[in-house]
Structures are given as C-alpha cells and as structure tokens.
C-alpha cells in the first residue's frame, strides 16, 4: 500500500490486559512517531523511532507503555495492564527524514482502543 | 501547560466566502508550523506548513500566515468549498533535521454550509 497502514482499527479490551498495536509505515521512511488522541483533544507525541532505535521516547506517559521496531519498518506499540484511561485513538506516522529540510509526517488511520 | 492553542471548537461559513482559521503559539523554540486537515475515522492529512523565516505560504486556495511576534498564525481557505468541511489542527515543532515530534493543537471544526 502507498500509505501508513495501522492495524487493528479498532481494539476493546479489559482493563488490566495487554495489547499491541501494529504500525507498517510508508516503505523507504526511516522516522516513525506514535501519538495518541483523546477525545477533544490534539494528537499528543508518544515516541519517535530513526531507525531501529527509539530515539525519543519522553511522551510515553509511564512504564505500561512500549514500542519496538525491530527492523527499522513496522513498529508495535505495546500496552501492559491497560487502564480505562487509556482509551483513546492510538496514531502512527512515518517521515522521510532525508536531511536538510523538516520532513512531512504521514499519518495512519489509527486504532481506537477501548478500555471497559 | 497547552503550548498550541486554537481557541475556536467550531466555525461555519457559507460555501464560496473565505474561511480563516486561528492558531496560537507560546514556545518561541517552535520554528515550523502546520495544518493538519482531519476527516472522521481517518488520520490528519497534510494541508500546509510555513518556515518562521516565513510570513506566508501559498497553496492553492490555502494560504497560512505567520505572525511571530504575536506567536499567532492563521489559515485561509478560498473560496470555501463543502469538501473543506473537517477538523483542522494548528502543529508546530522545531526543526532539527531528526526528531521533528508536533505538538498539535486543539482543533477547530469548520463547517461550510452550501
């Protein structure tokens, strides 16, 4: 596919289970980010991958959340002992990151992850 | 603290006259903005961006304005189309040719009414 592909698109779950989430980003786009948006709000910045390498991860709100990219491509955001505030759409976005110039991020259509 | 703000929650504006959209800004560091366009059940689409050594950017009927010392930047859309109707969000990051995380703002929906 020619864009950011994010599965599932949607997620219920219990509070207290795991989940993961799966980003596949546009191919050839180094950079990566996660952001997840609540209701009313602005997509907020989770944590951004060049690379492998998960090069910022300061918005991940504490030590439940992770995300891996073990190959520099699809990336999966993970959630332990999920929390009914954790519902929210959960957004992926991948950058050329070429250099030299601010990069257009793309966005996924997200997963809506549901906590009851 | 809400470092993107975008006082207005909704617009409406009849189809064909010009839609302005508002977007403040409280971190000087920020030094490239966006506007994001959002449909239901679809991820923000790129609409424009504007450079800080920038006062305007032209793109067809959108045109973003920077105001840098009033930390302020607008979007204009015209003429007003019914497909324009969606979410906008105001985004702003600092460039550093590598992590270019956005702080997003808050979002305005705009309405065009036919």
């Known amino acids: 596919g020619a864009g950011v592909s994010q599965t599932p698109s949607n997620k219920v779950t219990e509070k207290g289970k795991y989940v993961e989430l799966r980003c596949d980003p546009i191919?050839?786009?180094?950079?990566l980010y996660w952001y997840r948006q609540s209701l009313g709000q602005g997509p907020e910045f989770l944590i951004y991958?060049?690379?492998?390498?998960?090069?910022?991860d300061s918005g991940l709100p504490n030590d439940r959340f992770f995300a891996v990219r073990p190959e520099g491509s699809v990336s999966t955001l993970k959630i332990q002992r999920t929390e009914r505030g954790d519902s929210a759409v959960y957004l992926c976005?991948?950058?050329?990151?070429?250099?030299?110039?601010?990069?257009?991020?793309?966005f996924g259509p997200g997963t809506r992850l549901t906590v009851l | 603290d809400q470092q993107v703000k975008q006082n207005s929650p909704s617009l409406s504006v009849q189809e064909g006259r010009i839609s302005i959209l508002n977007c403040d800004y409280t971190?000087?560091?920020?030094?490239?903005f966006l506007w994001y366009k959002k449909y239901p059940a679809e991820g923000p689409t790129f609409l424009i961006s504007?450079?800080?050594?920038?006062d305007k950017n032209e793109d067809g009927r959108f045109t973003v304005f920077l105001n840098k010392s009033a930390k302020h930047l607008s979007l204009h859309i015209v003429p007003s189309q019914p497909g324009d109707s969606a979410v906008y969000f105001c985004?702003?990051?600092?460039?550093?040719?590598?992590?270019?995380?956005?702080?997003f703002g808050t979002g305005t929906r705009l309405t065009i009414i036919p």
């Open positions: 976005a991948s950058s050329l990151n070429a250099g030299g110039s601010t990069d257009t991020q793309y």
């Open positions: 191919s050839g786009h180094t950079a």
């Open positions: 991958f060049q690379g492998t390498g998960a090069a910022d």
């Open positions: 971190n000087s560091m920020f030094d490239y």
């Open positions: 504007i450079s800080s050594i920038k």
């Open positions: 985004a702003a990051t600092i460039s550093n040719f590598g992590n270019e995380k956005l702080t």
